[in-house]
Nanobody, 118 residues
Framework: QVQLVESGGGSVQAGGSLRLSCAAS????????MAWFRQAPGKEREWVAS????????FYAESVKGRFTISQDNAKNTVYLQMSSLKPDDTAMYYC???????????WGQGTQVTVSS
């Protein structure tokens, strides 16, 4: 089992920045990829960004490319999401996820709320 704890959410004005953190614990040796997803009220959950732990390859949704950066500190088993130039459309609950591949995530955190006001 892997436990994920997110932090760093909050409220910010449009154009501002936030950094989310996700600390993993437990059987982290089984985790090959970590990712961030988000879900806005009334909308489906959407993938935001992923990082492959060994290759450090990163991938982004088009909606956040150039504004968000995913990074990792393997020594701390922590993944980050640096969010810049935030827009009201970025308002959502952000979830950290971990899994054995870039397209399979079987561990999820509780989420951290990000609210961007115009």
């Amino acid at each position: 089992q892997v436990q994920l704890v997110e932090s760093g959410g909050g409220s910010v004005q449009a154009g501002g920045s936030l950094r989310l953190s996700c600390a993993a614990s437990g059987d982290t040796y089984s985790v090959a990829s970590m990712a961030w997803f988000r879900q806005a009220p009334g909308k489906e959950r959407e993938w935001v960004a992923s990082v492959h732990r060994s290759t450090r390859a990163t991938f982004y949704a088009e909606s956040v490319k150039g504004r968000f950066t995913i990074s990792q500190d393997n020594a701390k088993n922590t993944v980050y999401l640096q969010m810049s130039s935030l827009k009201p459309d970025d308002t959502a609950m952000y979830y950290c996820a971990a899994g054995p591949s870039l397209d399979k995530y079987n561990y999820w955190g509780q989420g951290t709320q990000v609210t961007v006001s115009s």
